[in-house]
């Protein structure tokens, strides 16, 4: 099987039930920033893998790498019948990363201002994926006022561009290096 098919020249595509979309659609934009936001996730992953003491954070990475997928699945089908057969997400990852955030923000000192990103590389990887689940999700909310979605996909998206934020405080933290405030 060829990895071109051509038939996208034309500016549409098709969603996994096979119903012709327009490339421009919000549907598209939605779940191709998941896809680049994926892409980012495993770059972060790549970069903690290189610093020992953050196999837990890794791990957790590779499972929001998976809800990612299952969230994408979803949104680019159209049928709610076939959606049903298809991998999804509930409330439970929204659960999962709150508890990680509570137990992160027990370990961090008190915040006092905004952070601007930077620090460690893979704390500012971690601030772009922030930037880009929050593009996601302003892109969901498009999209649900349009087409209400069966799926916890906004909160979904709005936890995680938190958790981003607090894994890039934790990251430079357990590293020694300073957050940088801004101090206006």
């Given at each position: 099987?060829?990895?071109?098919?051509?038939?996208?020249?034309?500016?549409?595509t098709s969603?996994?039930?096979?119903?012709?979309?327009?490339?421009?659609h919000?549907?598209?934009?939605?779940?191709g920033?998941?896809?680049?936001?994926?892409?980012?996730?495993?770059?972060?992953?790549?970069?903690?893998?290189?610093?020992?003491?953050?196999?837990?954070?890794?791990?957790?990475?590779?499972?929001?790498?998976?809800?990612?997928?299952?969230?994408?699945?979803?949104?680019?089908?159209?049928?709610?019948?076939?959606?049903?057969?298809?991998?999804?997400?509930?409330?439970?990852?929204?659960?999962?990363?709150?508890?990680?955030m509570?137990?992160?923000d027990?370990?961090?000192?008190?915040?006092?201002?905004?952070?601007?990103?930077?620090?460690?590389?893979?704390?500012?990887?971690?601030?772009?994926?922030?930037?880009?689940?929050?593009?996601?999700?302003?892109?969901?909310?498009?999209?649900?006022?349009?087409?209400?979605?069966?799926?916890?996909?906004t909160?979904f998206?709005?936890?995680?561009?938190?958790?981003?934020?607090?894994?890039?405080?934790?990251?430079?933290?357990?590293?020694?290096?300073?957050?940088?405030?801004?101090?206006?």
């Amino acid at each position: 099987m060829k990895i071109y098919t051509k038939n996208g020249d034309q500016g549409k595509t098709s969603l996994v039930d096979g119903s012709p979309i327009s490339k421009a659609h919000i549907r598209l934009e939605v779940y191709g920033t998941l896809d680049e936001l994926n892409s980012h996730v495993g770059l972060l992953v790549g970069m903690l893998d290189a610093e020992s003491i953050f196999s837990a954070e890794t791990t957790s990475l590779k499972e929001i790498q998976i809800w990612l997928f299952q969230l994408g699945s979803q949104l680019a089908c159209s049928d709610p019948e076939m959606a049903k057969k298809l991998p999804t997400i509930n409330h439970e990852p929204l659960k999962k990363m709150e508890q990680e955030m509570d137990l992160w923000d027990s370990e961090l000192p008190p915040l006092r201002n905004f952070i601007l990103p930077g620090g460690h590389p893979a704390s500012a990887q971690a601030h772009i994926c922030r930037t880009i689940a929050r593009r996601a999700e302003r892109a969901c909310v498009t999209l649900e006022e349009q087409t209400p979605l069966d799926l916890p996909a906004t909160p979904f998206l709005n936890r995680l561009s938190d958790h981003f934020y607090m894994l890039a405080r934790r990251i430079n933290h357990r590293l020694k290096i300073d957050n940088i405030e801004w101090k206006p």
